[in-house]
């Protein structure tokens, strides 16, 4: 079992940066890679980044490619998204998960058995 607290949300202005931290407990941080998703009111939870075991390699979709950044510390068991450029329509509230499985590919909300409680991200333009 592993446990996961985000942190770092809030209200920014449009063209602001935030950094989102998620504190990870209990089994080895080093075992699973970790990924952000975000979920907007009335919208599907959708995926923002992932970042392998050793922080090597990195997932992004197209459209957020250049704005956010993943990025790990496994010595202090965390994983981090900043966020640059934000707009409005970044709104969401961004919850972290946990996945034992390797690949890069994973990206489906199903592939990860982990996930923090979310901390809401709110741009205003």
């Known amino acids: 079992q592993v446990q996961l607290v985000e942190s770092g949300g809030g209200l920014a202005q449009a063209g602001g940066s935030l950094r989102l931290s998620c504190a990870a407990s209990?089994?080895?941080?080093?075992?699973?890679?970790m990924a952000w998703f975000r979920q907007a009111p009335g919208k599907e939870r959708e995926f923002v980044a992932r970042?392998?075991?050793?922080?090597?390699?990195?997932a992004y979709p197209n459209s957020l490619k250049g704005r956010f950044t993943i990025s790990r510390d496994n010595a202090k068991n965390t994983v981090y998204l900043q966020m640059n450029s934000l707009k409005p329509e970044d709104t969401a509230v961004y919850y972290c998960?946990?996945?034992?499985?390797?690949?890069?590919?994973?990206?489906?909300?199903?592939?990860?058995?982990?996930w923090g409680q979310g901390t809401q991200v709110t741009v205003s333009s």
């Open positions: 970042i392998s075991r050793t922080g090597a390699n990195t």
């Open positions: 998960a946990g996945d034992f499985i390797p690949e890069l590919s994973r990206i489906a909300p199903r592939d990860y058995a982990y």
């Open positions: 209990g089994r080895t941080f080093t075992s699973y890679s």
